[in-house]
């Protein structure tokens, strides 16, 4: 009975797992398979071929969307871990006037759903006349209220007295968080890295908005853009496409899966 | 005191004029366009309440906000009742458990756009993966996504399936907090596993299900990349979402006023389904 019981659960974990994998290994071998060989159950493709991938890397700037997309969630990561750690230590560790307001304001932000403040955010940036810019898609991502609170929470924890000490040593703030605060803080930089550039990495919505130039684009408005507009021309090529997207992130997600489950699962950014 | 003073202001200094730019502009100029018509190439004109009465008449808002309820009505009880189901199945003594946490939570880290299309092709009536099974066991295939009836919930399963590992380490978190001097004293009272499960784990976590409904119900509100995608907002405008008219709106018209004022009203809508989501589900504890 007890080991009948063992079976079953293992059966549907072993079924629910296969359901999460499985489209993406179907769309891994579809991208090898030509058109005719599409409609196929199987992983393993008759005549494998690289064709879909050629077509695709021809038709779009891929290349140039993927070093677009480095740049800026690589860009906006930094950012947000340094200036954002620069103010979570001001708002943790010292007292000034307006520090009370900075963090109500900073919880308040959160409350507010990013549709509201889509279409002001998008005349901003026609009026200061950066459509198809990467300030475009850099500027309203430089912090992040988030990633704020969190290091201002581990902030709180860490001792008094190693800023005191530090402080008679002839140290600046500056110095105090960059050479003190940074290598305790690791757990919660990394969580707030992962979080913050996956956010980036994957946004559709307001590239879409102000973007038109192909040659900068990131990643998954290039793929949208391409998919839709039928320069992708069959099914395949689409997929190949979709590959580039999705190869670094299975990479990066293999390697560092735990970081990346309680990094997402805890800010509630999700992909 | 007063350099510590000085310090603290100016390292917040570019948090707060980012803030005043990007956050506090934006909110208020999204209240004034609500009164304007504004195309971005002539001067924004005052319309009074034309884009609030336009809103209220507007059959295609509030097609696109009967979607999203169904769309609702189908994801949210689905969500709970896979995501608790799975955290169960982990909250156990298991061989190659983080194996098993980290292929649920596979979908929640591939960009939107990459899932959508890729389930555009699932979904296929003639080339599908999901036909091509229904037909292997006999069963007639589906047109998924070109049928006005089946097109919403099809999304709906999808966008389930994508979040679902999210929502599971969510419940597994509230699993692993239930004390176990209480696991303890309902099984020595000799509960059935139902009972337990029906007035131990259930009850206990009940603020993992708020937070899971009011996660699923926002990101539902936010619905754009998969109609988007996968069908245009058809057929027959079944999948239409709220942003994705908003989308329309700001872009294909240039309609500036009226698609801030749409997001005033779904920002106003989603506060208040929330709202009402957790008064009922307090109450529902209480009895």
Known sequence: ?271 | MRAEQRSGTLMAAPYTAFLLVFALYPILFALVLVFLRWDLVTTPAFAGFDNVQLLAHDGRFWRAVANTFLFLSIHLPLQIVTALSLALALNRPLAFRSFWRAAFFLPVVISGAVVAILWSNLYATDVGLINGVLVRIGLRPVSWLTDPNTAMPAIAAMVTWKNVGFYVIIYLAGLQYIPRSCKEAIEIEGATSWQRFRYLTLPSLLPQTILVVTLSTINGFQLFIEPYVMTGGGPLRRTYSIVLYLYTNAFAYQKMGYAATIGVALALIIGGVVFIQRRVIGKAEAV
Request: charged content about 10%.
């Open chain 1, 1 to 271: 009975m007890k080991i009948l019981k063992r079976i079953a659960l293992y059966g549907v974990l072993a079924l629910a797992a296969l359901s999460f994998i499985y489209p993406f290994l179907w769309m891994a071998s579809a991208t090898f398979k030509p058109l005719t060989e599409i409609g196929s159950l199987s992983l393993i493709p008759d005549h494998a071929t690289l064709d879909n991938y050629k077509t695709m890397w021809a038709r779009a700037p891929f290349g140039r969307a993927l070093l677009n997309s480095v740049f800026v969630a690589g860009t906006i990561t930094i950012s947000v871990l340094v200036f954002g750690s620069i103010t979570a230590y001001a708002m943790a560790r010292l007292r000034f006037r307006g520090s009370p307001v900075l963090n109500a304001a900073t919880m308040a932000i959160l409350l507010v759903p990013g549709q509201l403040t889509l279409i002001p955010m998008y005349t901003l940036i026609v009026q200061l006349g950066l459509i198809d810019t990467y300030a475009a898609l850099i500027l309203p991502y430089l912090f992040n209220a988030t990633a704020i609170l969190m290091m201002r929470q581990f902030f709180l924890q860490i001792p008094q007295s190693l800023i005191d000490s530090a402080r008679m040593d002839g140290m600046r703030e500056m110095r105090i968080l960059f050479t003190i605060f940074w290598p305790l803080s690791k757990p919660v930089l990394s969580i707030v890295a992962i979080f913050v550039f996956m956010g980036s990495w994957n946004e559709v919505l307001w590239p879409l908005l102000v973007v038109r130039e192909q040659q900068l684009m990131t990643l998954p408005q290039l793929l949208t853009v391409f998919s839709l507009g039928g320069g992708a021309g069959s099914v395949g090529v689409s997929l190949a496409s979709a590959m580039v997207l999705v190869i670094p992130v299975v990479i990066a997600y293999a390697i560092l899966q735990r970081n990346f489950i309680e990094s997402m699962a805890g800010s509630g950014v999700k992909g």
